[in-house]
């Protein structure tokens, strides 16, 4: 049986000859002298926005996340854990707004309900014709209430949130 191959990581030297990463802003721009093709001039913004709204930067045909892309330039390491973007926006990455989490931090700072949230609020759900908010907090599941009011509810939800998710930062 034969393995997977596994995909070369680009290396320091490769990314830093062909793009330059704007800390402030978060944007890579392709370097004139090394550009991947006939279509990318100097200074054009690099990558693409996918439709679950992250940019992917594309080099030598492997597809780079973009946050983690910034992760690597700034510290010279691959990220080993889940760059979040604090302020929710995934495609801002500038260097202040990401941070290196691990997985339970990174899923405390949603913003957005799941698909499929009929109420269209994070926390809350329509349970016996009312608002039911909940919070998922240690692996478990808490009640926070039934509301007659949508907004009650959401706002139930975000003071939990507050108290109980250290990755949040609404």
Known sequence: MT?????PRLEPGRMRALLRY???TGIFRWLGRST?????RAEDQAGYVRPDGYRCVVIDSIAYLAHRLAWFYMTGA???AEIDHRNGSKDDNSWINLRH???QL?????????KGNLVGLLGVDIKQGKYRAQIVSAGKKLHLGYFTNR???HQAYLVAKRALHEGNTL
């Open 22 to 24: 704007e800390p402030e």
């Open 78 to 80: 691959w990220p080993t």
């Open 106 to 114: 990174n899923t405390q700072n949603r913003r957005s309900h799941e």
């Open 101 to 103: 989490v691990a997985h």
């Open 151 to 153: 907004a009650d509810a």
């Open 3 to 7: 393995r997977p191959r596994k995909t």
């Open 36 to 40: 991947p093709n006939a279509r990318v």
